[in-house]
């Protein structure tokens, strides 16, 4: 059985920013139908149309909750990177709210959104080294089979 988080939240973000089914097919290029089936039936659409409906929607988590279900192990390698970044991100914008600062306090929130974007170009081309692969090959190797 497949997880219906997916279906779901493409039906939250949709009815959030008031969109029919028909209207979002129509800006993703498909069958209203084919919406439907995501959204209520658990269908997983390829990733070329979910990157479509994630960016229709301007949400990239939803493509984010596709990749989890898709491709677990791609998740499990990749995630902990995210993760880390993520977590790393809202420290930083934490301390960016507090507003008080020092120049010793500038510098270093400067270093560390520098060291950051270091951090999340690295990502960024470790995920591009993993696409450009012979990702279904990568897959059954790391399920073992």
Do not use: C, W
């Not at 029919?20 to 290029?29: C, F, H, I, T």
């Not at 995630?79 to 270093?108: H, M, R, V, W």
Request: a positive charge; hydrophobic letters at 35%.
């Amino acid at each position: 059985m497949r997880d219906t988080n997916l279906g779901k939240a493409v039906r939250e973000k949709r009815i959030e920013y008031g969109l029919k089914v028909y209207e979002l097919a129509r800006r993703v290029g498909v069958n209203p139908v084919y919406i439907t089936q995501i959204e209520k039936h658990g269908k997983l659409p390829s990733a070329s149309i979910m990157k479509q409906i994630a960016d229709a929607l301007y949400d990239q988590n939803l493509f984010n909750i596709y990749i989890k279900i898709k491709y677990p192990m791609l998740q499990q390698i990749i995630g902990k990177d995210l993760d880390s970044l993520e977590g790393e991100l809202q420290e930083i914008e934490n301390e960016f709210k507090k507003e008080d600062f020092t120049t010793k306090g500038k510098n270093d929130l400067l270093k560390r959104m520098t060291d950051f974007n270091t951090k999340l170009k690295k990502s960024d081309e470790k995920l591009r080294e993993i696409k450009g692969s012979n990702l279904k090959l990568r897959m059954r190797l790391l399920a073992g089979k």
